[in-house]
T-cell receptor
Framework: GAVVSQHPSRVICKSGTSVKIECRSLDFQATTMFWYRQFPKQSLMLMATSNEGSKATYEQGVEKDKFLINHASLTLSTLTVTSAHPEDSSFYIC??????????????FGQGTRLTVV | GNSVTQMEGPVTLSEEAFLTINCTYTATGYPSLFWYVQYPGEGLQLLLKATKADDKGSNKGFEATYRKETTSFHLEKGSVQVSDSAVYFCALLGLGGSEKLVFGKGTKLTVNP
C-alpha cells in the first residue's frame, strides 16, 4: 500500500533553535497533507492542513509563525518548529490522504517525530 | 463541521474477552470511516476502513460496520489478545478535496493475560 515517510523519527534540540520535520508520500501524489500533534494521554490535535502550491490552513490557536509549513511539491511537506521551547516537546505526526484511490479514500500516516527541546 | 465522538477509556480486559469501542460521527454527505491503531512508541496504522453505508471493514479479527442510520462505526473483536493492547482511534475523512481527517480522542486498551 501507499507509504508516507516522516523524518526524523527522533530529534533533540536546544531551546531557541529551529527544527524541520519532513513528510514524504513515497508512491502517490499528495496535494494535501495534515500535521498533527499528539499530547500525553494520546489525544491527536490537528495543527494545520498543508496544501501543495498554496498557503497552509492553520487550526485555531496554532501559531503560524511558530510552526512553519511548506508544501513545495506533490510529495513533500515540511513542518519547521521555529525558536523551539521545552513546551514544544511532543510527538508530531503527518498524514496524507490518497485521493486517487477508489472511492476517494484513505489517509496514510508517517511514523511520527518525537521532538524533545532541552 | 465534521466530528467524531469516541468512547473514552481506558478499557481493561482479560484475554479472550469481547471488545466493543463505540464511535459515532457527525458529517455531511457520505464520509469514509476508519479505525487506526497506535502501538506503544509507534505511529498510527490503519486497522480497517469502510467507505459507504453498510460496508463492513475487517482486519486481524476486528470488525466495524458503517451505519448511516445511527451514524456509528463501532469497533468489535470477539476475543482479544494481549498483543491487541494499544490505543485505538476512530476517524473520518470527508470526500471534498480539502476535507480534513478528523479523529476521535482515542481509546487505550489494555489486555491482561
Amino acid at each position: 500500500g501507499a507509504v508516507v515517510s516522516q523524518h526524523p523519527s527522533r530529534v533533540i534540540c536546544k531551546s531557541g533553535t529551529s527544527v524541520k520535520i519532513e513528510c514524504r508520500s513515497l508512491d502517490f501524489q499528495a496535494t494535501t497533507m495534515f500535521w498533527y500533534r499528539q499530547f500525553p494521554k494520546q489525544s491527536l490535535m490537528l495543527m494545520a492542513t498543508s496544501n501543495e502550491g498554496s498557503k497552509a490552513t492553520y487550526e485555531q490557536g496554532v501559531e503560524k509563525d511558530k510552526f512553519l509549513i511548506n508544501h513545495a511539491s506533490l510529495t513533500l511537506s515540511t513542518l519547521t518548529v521555529t525558536s523551539a521551547h521545552p513546551e514544544d516537546s511532543s510527538f508530531y505526526i503527518c498524514s496524507a490522504p490518497d485521493r486517487g484511490l477508489p472511492m476517494n479514500t484513505e489517509a496514510f500516516f508517517g511514523q511520527g517525530t518525537r521532538l524533545t527541546v532541552v | 463541521g465534521n466530528s467524531v465522538t469516541q468512547m473514552e477509556g481506558p478499557v481493561t480486559l482479560s484475554e479472550e474477552a469481547f471488545l466493543t469501542i463505540n464511535c459515532t460521527y457527525t458529517a455531511t454527505g457520505y464520509p469514509s470511516l476508519f479505525w487506526y491503531v497506535q502501538y506503544p512508541g509507534e505511529g498510527l496504522q490503519l486497522l480497517l476502513k469502510a467507505t459507504k453505508a453498510d460496508d463492513k471493514g475487517s482486519n486481524k479479527g476486528f470488525e466495524a460496520t458503517y451505519r448511516k442510520e445511527t451514524t456509528s462505526f463501532h469497533l468489535e473483536k470477539g476475543s482479544v489478545q494481549v498483543s491487541d493492547s494499544a490505543v485505538y482511534f476512530c476517524a473520518l475523512l470527508g470526500l471534498g478535496g480539502s476535507e480534513k481527517l478528523v479523529f476521535g480522542k482515542g481509546t487505550k486498551l489494555t489486555v491482561n493475560p
